[in-house]
Structure formats: C-alpha cells, structure tokens
C-alpha cells in the first residue's frame, strides 16, 4: 500500500479523533497531502489540503475544527478533529499528488495516490 490510514473510530459529537496516514513507496516522496471524506450517498468531498511548506487550506465546513499536519521524517500526515458534529460521519481518504495547485489563497490538489480510508461515526 502507498497510503494507509488509521485512526477512525465512533465518537460523540463533541469529542475529538486524530486520524493518521503513513505514506510508503512512492506516495512518500509527494508534496502535496489532503483528506478527503465520503458519506453515505453523497460524493467524495475535499476536507484539507497541507503543501510541502506547511501551508494549509481547509473547507469552510471544517475550519477552525480540524488540523491538517505532516510529519516529513515518518512520512505520516495527521488530521486532529475536535468539536465533532454528527455530519462529520464519513470514509475519510488520505490523498497524495507530487505538487498542490495554489490558486490565489487557496491551495488545491488533484490526488495521484489514495488509501483505502478509515471509518469516522459520529454520534449525536
């Protein structure tokens, strides 16, 4: 696997998870990370992007809840969610590109690579 994600889990709304997702082959040599989510019915959406300097970008729905970091010595990209409400249940999927897209303030990434996602239920 190039990407594979853990940490999922069902919480209450108002708890918090870290998701992690460690980057091998390939996938580890990217500069460009994001997470993406899926919920039941609904299409894949983009959660969080982090570029090869740090820099990050969050959907509106997420921001101020969640952040996205990139540890580049264990090749592991992390998601901490806090203040989780029950349409925060989804597949969470780590993604990986050789470059972000930076448009103006926003950085964005079209996904070479994608694990396999882990579970997050949250429960209100």
């Known amino acids: 696997d190039q990407l594979a994600e853990s940490g999922g889990g069902s919480v209450e709304a108002g708890g918090s998870l870290r998701l992690s997702c460690t980057a091998s082959?390939?996938?580890?040599?990217?500069?460009?990370m994001a997470w993406f989510r899926q919920a039941p019915g609904k299409e894949r959406e983009w959660v969080a992007t982090?570029?090869?300097?740090?820099?990050?970008d969050y959907d509106d729905s997420v921001k101020g809840r969640f952040t996205i970091s990139k540890n580049n010595a264990e090749n592991t990209l992390y998601l901490q969610m806090h203040s989780l409400k029950s349409e925060d249940t989804a597949m969470y999927y780590c993604a990986a590109e050789s470059r972000c897209t930076v448009l103006g303030d926003r950085i964005r990434i079209v996904p070479y690579y994608w694990g396999q996602g882990t579970q997050v239920t949250v429960s209100s």
């Open positions: 082959g390939d996938a580890s040599t990217t500069d460009c």
């Open positions: 982090i570029d090869r300097d740090g820099s990050t």
